[in-house]
């Protein structure tokens, strides 16, 4: 439902379907979805409210973390860096970020695992046309 709200630009009903999805999953002891439900709640947090799209970017990481899953990590922080440059302000770090859990996503589970939507506008911005355009095309 979230993804169906963010697609209409209903960005608020959007967070709350993410929100709602990370509180479920928290209740019912499902770590992985509810990590997963907060690194989409940051996507339409960014829009409504930055810095609140920030802290759930480093909520979400730090569960990851917590959890002890190396390629969820690296997904969630993949993501996390992604949002932050592309809405907030361009870091090295957050590129460092990327370009690190980019490869440990690689490493954990093969080159033709799909990444995260964001990472292509990434790649982009960086000027590797190439490879972003590569992430779209059907492999």
């Given at each position: 439902m979230g993804d169906a709200h963010f697609a209409l630009g209903a960005m608020s009903d959007s967070a709350l379907a993410y929100e709602t999805a990370a509180a479920r999953a928290a209740e019912a002891g499902l770590?992985?979805?509810?990590?997963e439900a907060l690194a989409r709640l940051a996507?339409?947090?960014?829009?409504?409210?930055?810095?609140r799209g920030n802290d759930i970017c480093e909520q979400a990481v730090e569960?990851?973390?917590a959890h002890g899953d190396p390629l969820l990590l690296a997904q969630t922080q993949l993501a996390t860096a992604c949002f932050r440059l592309l809405y907030d302000t361009w870091r090295n770090q957050d590129a460092e970020t990327c370009a690190s859990a980019r490869h440990t996503i690689r490493r954990l589970s093969g080159p033709s695992t799909p990444e995260n939507m964001f990472c292509g506008t990434w790649q982009a911005m960086q000027g590797d046309y190439e490879e972003a355009l590569s992430k779209q095309r059907p492999q």
């Open positions: 770590r992985k979805t509810q990590i996507v339409p947090a960014w829009y409504l409210d930055p810095p569960e990851s973390r």
